[in-house]
């Protein structure tokens, strides 16, 4: 089996479709690289698309627009595959390319999430999780999942937990892995959450002896990050802090911390992280900060169903301590989630039937 992905560089994106690939040894995975011409190219393609996804366009007019929208080198890589089963993307600049390469290669489109303006009705198959299952306009093109396919495989982290514990010769004790998101519309971490995020860690280390892994991410507010570096980085209770710029000798210090943690505490704005989080096969908390609208956005929705599905659990800041004192003395076992498997699945027999 040929898969071809479609990137548009952004990790998140990413994350989806190399979580799938992984999944599937059998296949053949060819990675093309997609930039436009110019952001308005890409919005009229869309539109077009829209409108006209449907129909059956000449392979003239189909080299046409991706010549038109598509930098050289992009459009000089599409000429290039030939025999192909699957065009996979994730995103909506992908879509419309998606849909115009797979009716001139004969291939099944699959795109991950509900792409905008394009929607999913075109697609041969769509991959949603439980936030987008409302949007569906057609019912027998979807695989729904819970949240979102990523590349985090529990399997895995515990190989890698064995092997980095014996190259950084860490001690037998508790820990605890801070997954730090940002600010968008609904929500964000202030200076105060982040006081009273030291605080706790500082106390729960020294009452759990247990160590601390954080890191943060490009989103995280600056003046957040830089409390965080000078009351928690240097401490002897933090076995390592990784911020975006930060270097490492750690090949990959995100997962690092996945498979090293005992409990992962991931803040509630980033839904990724914490589908990744919950594919661990670790404890997972979902932490509240901040928040800027009064409305809840609706991805709480699918952390109130993923706790009572057991798959995670969900916290304030100001009961943080009490939280990861039960967790870490808590016997109950931890229920994955299973959403790239459940995709791969969906691919293979979407494959089976043509």
Known sequence: MKVVILSDRKPGHYKQSLGIVDKMPECQAVWLEIQFRGKWR???????????????????????????????????????????????STGS??????????????????????PSPVGIRYFDLAILPMISWHQASRKDNICRTIGVPNPISSDVLDVKREQLKDELHLSDCPRIGILLGGTDRHET???????????????????MNAQILLTTSRRTPSDVTEHLV???????WCSFFVT???????????????????????????FSMVCEAASS????????????????????????YMEESSIVSQCRLDDLETHI????????PNKPLQDTETAVEAIRQLVANC
């Open 42 to 88: 890409d919005n009229l393609l869309r539109v077009f698309m829209c409108v006209f996804g449907g129909a059956p366009l000449p392979i003239f007019l189909i080299h046409t627009f991706l010549r038109w929208s598509l930098i050289p080198e992009a459009y000089h890589a599409l000429l290039q595959l030939q025999t192909v089963d699957i065009i996979l």
């Open 93 to 114: 600049s992908m879509a419309a390319v998606n849909l115009l390469l797979g009716e001139l290669l004969g291939a099944k489109t699959v795109t991950c999430r509900r």
């Open 189 to 207: 971490i202030t200076i105060e959450d982040a006081k009273w995020l030291s605080e706790v860690c500082q106390a729960t280390a020294k009452t």
């Open 230 to 236: 000078s009351t928690v980085k240097d401490t002897d």
């Open 244 to 270: 975006p710029d930060t270097f490492s000798e750690l090949e990959d210090p995100y997962q690092a911390i996945l498979a090293l943690s005992d409990l992962l505490i991931v803040t509630a704005d980033s």
């Open 281 to 304: 096969g670790r404890s997972v908390a979902v932490l509240t900060l901040s928040h800027k609208s009064v409305r809840l956005p609706r991805r709480y929705e699918i952390y109130r």
């Open 325 to 332: 004192i039960n967790s870490l003395t808590s016997n109950m």
